[in-house]
């Protein structure tokens, strides 16, 4: 049964009048507005709930007849209401929609000034005794508009935000396509330059191709650069941890950058702590990267004064090294109001001064963001004009914490600066090797500058030779470009292997890959391939990776700088094994040293490197023994205890790195009784200790006169 009260039904139980009453009641109870209106010109209200008044901010009845003049288009906004009233008209002209329910929404004014947003629900109907009027529901929707709109505009602002992604993406792919399609032909350019500089010895031709290779080295910089930002913005930069040397870290900044400071007439200091471990886990080509980028800075942007690195063990906590590092200059300096921008890509400051620097403002990004990397930041200071400091902490873990020692880097400069100590290479007559790229300038480059190893060359353009080559002659390694037409480096690799397998098995084969990213190396590594070297090819480095890989004996290293050693020896050179080549470096120390028992030279050059460093850290440390002593015997004496732990501690492990050992253990259960407060016979075990340590200053100074 219907129980609406239109069908007749609820006017056969109750008169009119009592049915008014019960809508009426019913109207008060609705939580949403209601009223009624004349569908007449003058659009009178007949009926209003009190949800309508509540809507307009009204108590009463009659503030509301005042706000809205008691009429429908008193009660719509102004602006709103002939577009509402259109589109109410246009449904009761249409005859078969007239009676249907109309849905409206627009803005009123509360009484009390605020605007508002309703909908409205209106339906055309005959009332009896009134004619044709209008039932309308009414809403505040204000909120649930706001919501929407802000919704709206969020997803306005998402597609936005995708576009701007999706174009800055387009744009850093560009880039690195780019700069992996500039690499290729600078770095054969710069190959054949070096195929000059090593066969011509016209000083004219000699100085033009110098020129080549500076003017090509500086701009195969900045495409490192652009490739390494964009690596950073698609998120495929990763680092790789491997074991070095902090001697070797700090010897090769040096080396880098020393040249360029001298030629500017600014002072390079390096001061690296003698306690960091020598041997550290970090991705070291990356930390590399970072100091030589804030040392280059400091270099190009001071023009007076110095340059200074300092490297400070911080501590050592369970095998990790906390090591802060600080290059500080006396340059140009940055201006407060700048500095917020020091880290934007390729912005650069004071624009006025530094335009002619060469300088693409990508280096500090790509600086900041290697360092979130490993999980630190750099702090920047500085004085406008008066010069800068940038620091940051490099946490590392320690492979062997014996600590690197006195290192003097003035020395290491002129070693560099030997034009006799060229890097050492590899001749191997009786070997063969196939290298397979489709460009031809690769090839040239490739060939031209391994000619000095007297290997054969076989070269390939493409899978298919290379296959036909391999089929038809035998190799000892082979050389496989990733990126070829018709078919890549792994598919050409997949068909070696199910065609030759013997020969898989037998030959080394290396896969040449453009882009050493995130993922590639064990993709290729997974694929098959012995191992894997970046493209743009560097010689040494493939010379590195074919000593690794081709048999020993057949190898012959070739030391430049060896008497009589300007061509090729042959095999009776054979790669020397370690411990004979720290033999022949004892026979060049000083025979006092030799044969001082309190000394192990061996274990010295070790820990140094060379019988020449080695003998470099025993002039440093030769030097500084009557301070130390003295200082030793006063924290004694004051019972300064902290400073002399310190002080032991250091004696321990400078005497450790020149081979110095008893002395360094005595130094050590020193340290270690004085941590403890055993201090007993600390005085009389002191007293041996400095005389020991003083007697070696005796034996050191006459092996430095010898
Ligand atoms: P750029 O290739 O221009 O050197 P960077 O990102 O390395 O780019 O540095 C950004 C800018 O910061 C530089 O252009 C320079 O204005 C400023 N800047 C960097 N290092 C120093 C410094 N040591 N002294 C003064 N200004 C510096």
């Avoid at 997803?155 to 560009?174: C, D, G, I, S, V």
């Avoid at 001697?247 to 880098?256: E, G, P, Q, R």
């Avoid at 006195?406 to 290479?425: A, C, G, M, W």
């Avoid at 694929?527 to 010379?543: C, H, Q, R, S, W």
């Amino acid at each position: 049964m219907s129980n609406t009260i239109y069908n007749g039904n609820l006017s056969d139980k109750m008169p009119d009048e009592q049915i008014f009453t019960a809508i009426e009641w019913l109207a008060e109870q609705m939580p949403g507005g209601f009223f009624i209106y004349r569908a007449d010109e003058g659009q009178e209200i007949l009926y209003v709930n009190q949800a309508t008044l509540l809507i307009f901010g009204c108590e009463t009845i009659e503030e509301f007849k005042e706000h809205t003049g008691y009429t429908f288009r008193g009660m719509v906004h102004p602006e709103d209401y002939e577009e509402i009233q259109e589109s109410i008209d246009e449904q009761i002209a249409d005859e078969d929609n007239k009676h249907n329910l109309d849905y409206v929404i627009y803005r009123i004014i509360r009484k009390d000034g605020e605007e508002r947003w309703v909908d409205d629900y209106g339906r055309f109907t005959y009332l009896p005794g009134f004619g044709d009027v209008y039932y309308v529901f009414i809403s505040d929707i204000t909120e649930t508009r706001i919501a929407q709109e802000q919704r709206e505009r969020n997803e306005q602002l998402e597609r936005l935000l995708a576009e701007a992604e999706q174009a800055n993406m387009a744009k850093t792919a560009f880039l690195s396509n780019m700069s992996h399609e500039i690499r290729t032909p600078i770095t054969a350019i710069l190959g054949m330059n070096e195929m000059i500089q090593r066969e011509s010895s016209d000083p004219a031709i000699l100085e033009y191709s110098e020129n080549i290779r500076k003017a090509g080295t500086s701009l195969l910089r900045i495409i490192s650069d652009i490739l390494d930002f964009s690596k950073i913005e698609t998120g495929r930069m990763e680092l790789v941890l491997e074991p070095y040397s902090t001697k070797a870290l700090y010897a090769d900044l040096y080396n880098l950058v020393q040249l360029r400071a001298e030629s500017k007439g600014i002072g390079l200091k390096f001061e690296v702590d003698p306690q960091i471990p020598e041997k550290l886990l970090g991705d070291e080509i990356r930390i590399k990267q970072i100091i030589s980028n804030i040392l280059t800075n400091s270099i190009k942007y001071t023009e007076r004064g110095y340059v200074k690195l300092i490297a400070y063990l911080e501590s050592i906590q369970d095998g990790i090294a906390n090591i802060e590092i600080t290059v500080l200059d006396t340059g140009i300096g940055i201006r407060e109001e700048e500095m917020a921008r020091l880290f934007e890509a390729f912005d650069r400051l004071d624009v006025k001064r530094t335009r002619t620097i060469e300088g693409t403002g990508l280096g500090l990004a790509i600086t900041k963001h290697l360092l979130s990397l490993m999980g630190s930041k750099l702090e920047v200071e500085s004085e406008y004009e008066r010069g800068s400091s940038f620091s940051f902490y490099l946490k590392q873990k320690v492979i062997d914490e014996t600590p690197v020692g006195e290192v003097d880097f003035t020395q290491i400069e002129k070693d560099k600066r030997n034009p006799l100590k060229k890097h050492s290479y590899f001749v191997a007559k009786d070997l063969k090797i196939l290298v397979v790229d489709d460009t031809p300038m690769n090839l040239q480059v490739i060939k031209g500058l391994l000619k000095r190893t007297c290997m054969k060359i076989d070269t390939a353009s493409g899978g298919a030779e290379c296959l036909m080559k391999i089929g038809s002659g035998s190799y000892d390694m082979v050389f496989l470009d990733y990126r070829m037409p018709n078919m890549n480096g792994v598919e050409t690799l997949d068909e070696i292997k199910r065609r030759f397998p013997d020969f898989y098995e037998k030959v080394p084969i290396i896969s040449l890959t453009a882009s050493a990213i995130s993922g590639d190396k064990e993709k290729l590594l997974a694929a098959g391939f012995t191992d894997y070297l970046a493209k743009p090819v560097n010689i040494d480095e493939m010379e590195k990776m074919m000593m690794k890989y081709l048999p020993g004996d057949a190898i012959s290293i070739v030391d430049p700088t060896a008497k009589g050693n300007d061509e090729a020896k042959g095999n009776d050179v054979a790669e020397e094994n370690p411990a004979e080549e720290e033999d022949d470096e004892l026979w060049e120390l000083p025979k006092v040293l030799r044969e001082y028992k309190g000394i192990d030279a061996g274990k010295g050059i070790e820990y140094c490197g060379d019988a020449d460093d080695y003998m470099y850290a025993i002039l440093t440390y030769a030097k500084s023994v009557n301070d130390k002593a003295a200082q030793i015997e006063k924290n004694l004496a004051e019972k300064d205890m902290d400073n002399y732990i310190i002080n032991v501690h250091s004696l321990k492990s400078t005497s450790l790195a020149i081979g110095a050992t008893q002395l360094s253990e005595k130094a050590k259960a020193l340290e270690a009784a004085a941590k403890e407060g055993k201090t007993d016979n600390i005085e009389e075990d002191t007293k041996q200790l400095l005389s020991d340590y003083r007697e070696l200053k005796t034996v050191l100074d006459a092996a430095l006169k010898e």
